[in-house]
């Protein structure tokens, strides 16, 4: 059975999937099923007791109303950012939406080898290569 929760600014209901697909300290993620723009993105509802923290809604409307921009190519956001809160029927606060997150997990960079399966684009980060450490550490800051 599908959760139904909705987009405060536009009461536009937003249908996820009954069980996350990734969990943490915080909250589940869950895939969208509908509206079918949010097809891409993923809803990150917080556990029940996380979820009256009056900070935390604060901190993601902020979060939404203060998008950073990126002067050297506007067009192209390289992090994944909040999008939209979400509430339940009452209008109480349970999480957000972001997009999905797609790829490798950045953990391979930890191991001393990449997979060979990786393509080229990788092998700069590879141990080896001159600049392979100064590189991994600026992905990891």
Not at 60 to 81: C, D, G, K
Not at 82 to 106: C, H, N, Q, S, W
Not at 126 to 141: P, Q
Request: net charge positive; charged share 30%.
């Amino acid at each position: 059975m599908a959760l139904q929760y909705y987009i405060k600014d536009s009461n536009e209901a937003v249908i996820i999937d009954d069980k996350p697909f990734a969990g943490g300290g915080e909250g589940g993620l869950f895939n969208i099923q509908s509206p079918s723009r949010y097809l891409n993105h993923v809803a990150k509802i917080f556990h029940l007791n996380k979820r009256k923290d009056q900070q935390r809604e604060d901190k993601i409307n902020y979060l939404i109303e203060n998008r950073p921009t990126f002067e050297y190519n506007p067009s192209h956001q390289p992090i994944i950012w909040v999008e939209k809160a979400l509430y339940d029927e009452r209008g109480d606060f349970v999480g957000f939406i972001m997009p999905k997150a797609t790829g490798e997990k950045l953990e391979i960079l930890c191991s001393p080898r990449l997979p060979k399966y990786l393509g080229g684009e990788w092998k700069r980060l590879a141990f080896g290569h001159e600049d392979a450490m100064r590189l991994r550490m600026k992905v990891c800051y």
